[in-house]
């Protein structure tokens, strides 16, 4: 069985405030029903990538100024935010940004805007997300702003599920959080892929944690890939375990 291309981003240079070139020629593909990693430190260019698929560089002065980005085969490159998710590409942002003054359950539905399926759809969706996260059902009458770091990721990735996404962008989600948090934010994260078909493209620098979770990594150093491949391939690099996984 050939591998269905989800996602491809080809050949994009990303330049911000018309003269900073970030993205130097970034390609990258992220198969149906994978989880692919961007991993790479500080500045590399995580971020950027992730926003440039998301149409989201625009509020930050930045530009796409080469290079295709195609969604099931389709150019998304000028979508506006709405059609983005509608068709099916959800960004979940790195801080993940609640609405503080908004329950969780109101935080959840929130994701659902984009829909015209129904409440009684919107209501069973939401028993799935508190399914995976029963954290949230426990909590879903408190205010997000009141939530725990670790509360506020998982609802950043349930209030993303409620758009019924193909394909998620998740921008660090180990950020700030305790070693056992990431491992049951990656854990669900994992069942999410397995049980819903959800794709992922997560960036992180917690690389040691990502390949662990990821099927196929990209590695970005200045706005370049020097490397990818299988996660477990990756994992065995002797230059990935000297500068990445701090193990050598
Ligand atoms: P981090 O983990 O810190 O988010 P990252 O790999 O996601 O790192 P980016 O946030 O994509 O990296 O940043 C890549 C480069 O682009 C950095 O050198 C950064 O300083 C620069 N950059 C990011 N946003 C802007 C902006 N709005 N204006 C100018 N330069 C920016």
Same mark, same amino acid.
């Given at each position: 069985?050939?591998?269905?291309?989800?996602?491809?981003?080809?050949?994009?240079?990303?330049?911000?405030?018309?003269?900073? %070139?970030?993205?130097?020629?970034?390609?990258? $593909?992220?198969? @149906?029903?994978? =989880?692919? +990693?961007? /991993?790479?430190?500080?500045? !590399?260019?995580?971020?950027?990538?992730?926003?440039?698929?998301?149409?989201?560089?625009?509020?930050?002065?930045?530009?796409?100024?080469?290079?295709?980005?195609?969604?099931?085969?389709?150019?998304?490159?000028?979508?506006?935010?709405?059609?983005?998710?509608?068709?099916?590409?959800?960004?979940?942002?790195?801080?993940?940004?609640?609405?503080?003054?908004?329950?969780?359950?109101?935080? %959840?539905?929130?994701?659902?805007?984009?829909? $015209?399926?129904? @409440?009684?759809? =919107?209501? +069973?969706? /939401?028993?799935?997300?508190? !399914?995976?996260?029963?954290?949230?059902?426990?909590?879903?009458?408190?205010?997000?702003?009141?939530?725990?770091?670790?509360?506020?990721?998982?609802?950043?990735?349930?209030?993303?599920?409620?758009?019924?996404?193909?394909?998620?962008?998740?921008?660090?989600?180990?950020?700030?959080?305790?070693?056992?948090?990431?491992?049951?934010?990656?854990?669900?994260?994992?069942?999410?892929?397995?049980?819903?078909?959800?794709?992922?493209?997560?960036?992180?620098?917690?690389?040691?944690?990502?390949?662990?979770?990821?099927?196929?990594?990209?590695?970005?150093?200045?706005?370049?890939?020097?490397?990818?491949?299988?996660?477990?391939?990756?994992?065995?690099?002797?230059?990935?375990?000297?500068?990445?996984?701090?193990?050598?």
């Amino acid at each position: 069985r050939t591998e269905e291309t989800l996602l491809e981003v080809k050949n994009i240079e990303v330049i911000y405030n018309s003269v900073i %070139l970030v993205l130097k020629g970034v390609s990258l $593909s992220v198969p @149906r029903g994978g =989880i692919t +990693a961007l /991993l790479g430190g500080n500045g !590399a260019g995580k971020t950027t990538t992730l926003k440039a698929i998301s149409n989201l560089l625009r509020s930050e002065r930045g530009m796409v100024t080469k290079g295709s980005i195609l969604h099931r085969g389709e150019r998304i490159q000028d979508l506006n935010p709405s059609d983005m998710v509608k068709r099916g590409v959800v960004q979940v942002m790195e801080g993940r940004h609640c609405f503080e003054h908004l329950t969780v359950e109101e935080n %959840l539905l929130t994701g659902a805007y984009t829909r $015209s399926d129904g @409440r009684a759809k =919107i209501d +069973a969706d /939401l028993e799935m997300v508190y !399914a995976y996260f029963p954290r949230l059902k426990e909590r879903r009458r408190s205010q997000a702003g009141y939530t725990s770091g670790g509360e506020q990721q998982m609802v950043a990735i349930g209030r993303a599920m409620m758009a019924r996404p193909e394909t998620i962008l998740l921008d660090e989600p180990s950020m700030g959080l305790a070693p056992q948090l990431v491992e049951e934010i990656f854990g669900i994260v994992k069942s999410l892929n397995e049980n819903e078909g959800v794709s992922f493209l997560l960036a992180e620098q917690n690389t040691n944690v990502a390949l662990r979770f990821a099927h196929h990594g990209y590695i970005l150093e200045s706005g370049r890939v020097v490397m990818d491949g299988a996660a477990a391939d990756l994992r065995e690099n002797p230059d990935v375990k000297e500068f990445y996984l701090g193990m050598s």
